[in-house]
């Protein structure tokens, strides 16, 4: 890279997202970490996958997410009869001029929020498949963009709930990032209780940041300096991957990119111009774990979440950290 990021650009940046992050945790109490990772999904123009039992705020951390911006924002509620004209539109027939008129579906925002995403049939989830790639839709051999920044933000249960259909893993890999919540320490619950009870669509956030100034820092992420040391580094990671015998197959390409993205993004987000190796031991678990897959099938997918991440942690101790 040639053109890095100046020091007034990063404080600038550094300020910004401090406005983001005091903005969510008015509403999110006590997951500061998944706060961040949040926001470092969103810095690097990447989707969010939000896993974990019902109840345990998912949706709420996604209202948060989107209301805190001055975006377009739509959400859809993932059910068994959805079709996939529900979510992406579909042309119809207009008397008065004599032609079919695209009409736009739920998709066309800036923040889409697909709740329960695991709830739909594999059909009308593939339905997302190329807006969550190439932030468009084609329809009746007509493309139509969705609008810039897009980013999706699914929730979902584990697979192994009633009503529920597993994401293929085309799906999966569409996501940058895939966090949980858990459930919060028992200082943070009681202040919980104690608040009024609101639906999350009922919690008043007022925006911190714009469209424009939300674009600004995604291109920024891009000019993170990160050297060869520290590339060679998720290289060794993303190799070993393809050859540990526990998993089916290894990190792809686009696996590898990604976690160098969200490794400049976390830098940004600390208000750091460059790569630590630090950047990349903390995001290999949200960036790489959704993409492995065990070659010892299993019916517990909450089990298989925890072998997955053993065994990257086990990888991630084995390599040398780059000085």
Known sequence: MSDFAPAAEIATARALLGRLQANMRLTIKGKDDVIDQALVCLLAGGHLLIEDLPG??????AYSLARSMDAAFSRIQFTSDLLPSDVIGVSVYDEAVKNFVFKPGP?????????????????????????????????????????????????????????????????????LMRVQMGYPQPGDEIEILRAPKLGYDAIALNPVATRVELLQLQALVGRVFIEDTVLDYILKIVTAT???AEFRTGISVRGGLALRLAAQARALLLGRDFVVPEDVQEMVPAVLAHRLGLVRQTSDALEERRTVSAALRRIVGSIAIPA
């Open 56 to 61: 345990v705020g998912k949706t709420t951390l």
């Open 107 to 175: 998709v066309f925002a800036n923040i889409v929020l697909a709740d329960e995403i695991n709830r739909a049939t594999p059909k009308t989830q593939s339905a997302l498949l190329e807006v969550m790639d190439r932030a468009k839709v084609t329809v009746d051999g007509a493309a139509h963009a969705v609008g810039s920044p897009f980013m999706v933000v699914a929730t979902q249960n584990p697979v192994d709930y009633e009503g529920t259909f597993p994401l293929p893993e085309s799906q999966m890999d569409r996501f």
């Open 242 to 244: 393809r050859t540990e």
